[in-house]
């Protein structure tokens, strides 16, 4: 069924380093394409928004026949825990089970909640900044990107400084980093997988502390506030908590740890856009926004068909699979004018990155607040920073999270 001269292949080392050609050969030869791995692809804007709006056509589906998809028609896909937690979390899940776990956890990650956390969140940046200050140089995935939403979400989980000090934070951190692999639509070796449920059951054991904490010893925090939260069918379970808490504490370290990441190798391979943000830290905001068009830390996401669907001029039957490249919607040049260039005061339609429709990113404006104020605070205090370009290094494990392993800076 494949048709034109590309091929999709998630597994190329060469599509991690830089995905953009190929996503660009798609959109021109064969934007809706069908995956020798059995699902279908589509790269542009149009139809990609098109398939994340439509709650009706397109959804998540059969969780366990989408795993089997991979593993083959034997796997006991629930009998793994990482598979299993990823099942039961609301983005995976479609209504009325979403409808419910997404509304009980808006009640808690409310707007009023993300907005008085701002000096906090400041003050995390500034603490973080602090400690390397006098050095003059930071690697910074490792003593910024990725300690800051970290500790963002601990502040907002309320977890005090026994239950996350120095030695579990790094603890969770790997965690999070070896489960969250099974959101990659593949098969995983033995070891892999055996890896992502252990984690999972510390995970979800780690959590399930921590909420059995606050219902004797309520504060006000979000865990709190998902300890509460209860509509007409009653409260979140403590099995349902545990779930939230790790796919928000993941989705907030994993994208916004590379959110900064890549952020920063932008703005330094255009000198001009630093020298912009430098003079004017209030582009911050919208200098987020590019980033998140320009180099999305989610590459994309998956639906299924309820029924058959034409789109592109090609049917995607009842049950098939397709991978929506937000990542490519991002760059379609018939939406974004001279969509390959990076421009921190660019105008126009919004960008793909928090998907959209029923299942839009729950955390998008605490990763907006936590983008603004990462940017300002380093181009305040930091105007002469030097990124070493040269030392970027994209990581290799799996295709979802595009996001740097290292990045060095000095000033």
């Known amino acids: 069924m494949t048709e034109g001269k590309v091929r999709f292949d998630p597994s190329d080392p060469q599509l991690k380093l830089d995905p953009y050609p190929l996503f660009k050969a798609l959109r021109e030869q064969d934007p809706v394409h069908f995956c020798d791995l059995g699902f279908w692809v589509a790269t542009r804007y149009d139809d990609l928004r098109a398939v994340v709006m439509d709650r009706e056509n397109f959804g998540q589906g059969d969780f366990i026949k989408n795993i089997q998809l991979f593993y083959g028609p034997d796997f006991d896909v629930l009998s793994h825990a990482s598979y299993r937690w990823l099942s039961e979390i609301f983005l995976y899940q479609d209504p009325p089970r979403h409808t419910r776990v997404r509304g ?41 990107a990725y300690k800051f939403p970290t500790l963002v979400m601990c502040d907002m989980l309320g977890l ?4 996350a000090s120095d030695e579990v934070l790094s603890q969770l951190n790997q965690a999070i980093a070896d489960a969250f692999v099974v959101f990659e639509m593949r098969a995983f070796p033995d070891d892999v997988l055996a890896l992502a449920d252990r984690q999972i059951e510390f995970l979800e054991d780690f959590f399930g502390k921590v909420f059995a904490a606050r219902r004797h010893n309520p504060q006000d925090d979000l865990a709190t506030g998902l300890v509460n939260a209860r509509d007409e ?27 900064i990441g890549n952020g920063l190798l932008a703005l330094h391979s255009y000198p001009d856009q630093w020298a912009k943000l430098v003079a004017n830290p209030a582009l ?3 200098a987020t926004e590019e980033i998140l068009r320009y180099e999305s830390s989610l590459i994309g996401s998956n639906r299924t068909a309820f029924c058959d669907v034409v789109l592109g001029g090609k049917t995607i039957k009842a049950g098939e699979r397709i991978l929506t490249l ?12 001279d969509p390959d260039r990076f421009d921190i005061e660019r105008k126009g339609p919004r960008h793909l990155s928090f998907g959209g429709g029923i299942h839009f990113c ?6 907006r607040l936590e983008g603004e104020i990462a940017l300002t605070t380093l181009a305040s205090r930091f105007p002469s920073l030097n990124v070493d370009i040269s030392s970027a290094r994209w990581r290799q494990e799996g295709f979802m999270f595009r996001g740097l392993t290292d990045l060095k800076a000095s000033w």
């Open 104 to 144: 009980l956890v808006t009640q808690a990650l409310t707007a009023r909640r993300v907005a008085e956390m701002r000096p906090r969140v400041q003050a995390i940046a500034d603490r973080l900044l602090d400690a390397v200050a006098a050095d003059g140089q930071m690697e910074v995935i490792h003593q910024f």
């Open 160 to 163: 005090s400084s026994e239950e």
């Open 233 to 259: 069918t009653g409260p979140l379970s403590d099995h349902e908590m545990a779930t939230v808490a790790i796919g928000l504490f993941g989705a907030g370290f994993e994208t916004t740890a590379h959110m």
């Open 284 to 286: 911050a905001a919208s």
């Open 326 to 337: 937000l990542a490519a919607g991002n760059r379609d040049p018939a939406v974004f004018e």
């Open 362 to 367: 729950v955390g998008a404006e605490l990763a």
